[in-house]
């Protein structure tokens, strides 16, 4: 079993900046992929970005260029540095992992853009 906590989350001000952490314990080992998602009040939830345990990345398109995802094997942690934060990206940030085909989610973590 792996669990996965998220933290970093709050209000912030449209221009501002967030980062995001999604720490794993357990039975965690490499190869995984490793994933941000988001859900905003009466949306599905959405793919925001992808790491793999080599560092591959994977973006949507609605964040390109302002948000960067990383991750530190060493400690099982990924991050999302969040800049130039937007209105429309108000949600629920949720960390995820795939790993020998198991899927674990974290509680999530709200982030909040003020106009």
């Known amino acids: 079993q792996v669990q996965l906590v998220e933290s970093g989350g709050g209000l912030v001000q449209a221009g501002g900046s967030l980062r995001l952490s999604c720490a794993a314990s357990?039975?965690?080992?490499?190869?995984?992929?490793m994933r941000w998602y988001r859900q905003a009040p009466e949306k599905q939830r959405e793919l925001v970005a992808s790491i793999g345990s080599g560092g591959r990345t994977v973006y949507a398109d609605f964040v390109k260029g302002r948000f960067t995802i990383s991750r530190d094997n060493a400690k099982n942690a990924m991050y999302l540095q969040m800049n130039s934060l937007k209105p429309e990206d108000t949600a629920v940030y949720y960390c995820?992992?795939?790993?020998?085909?198991?899927?674990?989610w974290g509680q999530g973590t709200q982030v909040t853009v003020s106009s």
């Open positions: 357990g039975s965690v080992f490499s190869p995984n992929t």
């Open positions: 995820n992992m795939v790993q020998s085909f198991q899927n674990y």
